[in-house]
């Protein structure tokens, strides 16, 4: 099969590697494609605690596809069946993952459709939930946060957008959004302080935004994905306002599977969609473009997959 190798830092090439076997309990999927997460972006960078080369496929984990083997064990699914996957090398034509982290997908459901994101931002929900009537504030409209605005704009009395960008203001506004502010807007901390702040970003200085725009005894939620090393907090703010500080983020992949399950029936039922969503597509040998614009992020972008076909 053809994979992407991630060599050395910014620098990726498709090889011809082994197709992998499905073991007992596991399926072997054909992918259609995978989204690029944000979170793969410092290891295309380079950072010094990396070691390259990375294995085949990784670190692709956006996956969809239709199921080409079962492995000894595995019921309700088929060959032939399309579905989306947790795993783990998805850049790649092939990848296995546990039946349990394939989810069938709907015939209605075309593609993209990189369903691992979409399973964060509903288990981001199960962790911190919306409540009726609450003011609700999402700091950073990349692909999670516009997943997020959706999700929230239901429930919300009111939605507060924060991003630097203002297409993605626009773009969250079109999708339930009712109010949308410049990162640098300072009359944004004038605003009475909400109820719910996600901090979607994974970055200080919008973390440090969301704390400041969290009303006393507010739930502050990180859904960004902190990475880069440490970060400072207002240990002051936060402690005097009594925050509910909640990492929203899973690691249990049975959580994940469930979070991917009710996802999907959101695209379904139309509580989601992902059409404005995925805005730059490649080709699997085209990994590295993809990759140099996900971190360019040109005016316009939101997310980029590749999709070979």
């Keep these: 099969m053809r994979a992407a190798v991630l060599r050395s830092a910014r620098r990726v090439v498709v090889a011809d590697v082994p197709p992998p ?8 999927v054909r992918l259609e494609g995978s989204g690029i997460c944000a979170s793969e972006l410092p290891l295309w960078q380079g950072r010094e605690w990396f070691e390259y080369p ?11 596809g239709r199921v080409e083997a079962l492995g000894p ?3 309700g699914l088929a060959v032939g069946q ?16 546990a039946a349990e982290h394939a989810v069938a997908l709907p015939d209605s459901l075309g593609a993209p459709f990189p369903g691992e994101p979409l399973a964060c931002a509903v288990n981001v929900l199960r962790r911190a939930p919306v409540a009726a009537g609450q003011r609700v504030a999402i700091v950073g409209c990349g692909f999670l ?16 957008v924060v991003s630097r960008r ?20 300072r009359g944004l901390e004038r605003q009475p302080p ?19 725009l969290t009303a ?29 500080v909640i990492n929203a983020h899973e690691r249990d992949p049975a959580v994940y599977a469930q979070g991917l399950r009710e996802a999907v029936a959101a695209c379904a039922e139309g509580r989601l969609t992902l059409t404005p969503l995925i805005t730059h597509r490649y080709a699997l040998a085209e990994l590295g473009e993809a990759y140099r614009v996900s971190v360019e992020r040109p005016r316009g972008f939101v997310k980029a997959v590749w999709c070979d076909g």
């Design 21 to 28: 076997d499905p073991g007992a309990g596991e399926i072997r």
């Design 73 to 75: 064990g595995v019921g």
């Design 166 to 185: 203002e297409e993605a203001l626009a773009l969250a506004r079109s999708l339930g959004a009712s109010s949308a502010w410049r990162s640098a807007d």
């Design 54 to 64: 990375r294995a085949p496929g990784e670190p692709g984990h956006e996956g969809w």
């Design 216 to 244: 006393v005894r507010g739930r502050l939620v990180l859904a960004g994905y902190h990475q880069d090393g440490r970060r400072s907090v207002d240990m002051q703010l936060w402690n005097w306002r009594g925050l509910d």
């Design 145 to 160: 946060g516009l997943l997020l605005v959706q999700l929230c704009a239901p429930a919300a009395a009111e939605l507060a």
């Design 194 to 212: 909400f109820d719910v702040v996600y901090e979607v970003t994974g970055h200080q200085e919008p973390l440090d935004l969301a704390a400041r």
């Design 82 to 97: 399309r579905v989306a996957v947790i795993s783990q090398r998805a850049h790649a034509e092939l990848d296995v993952c």
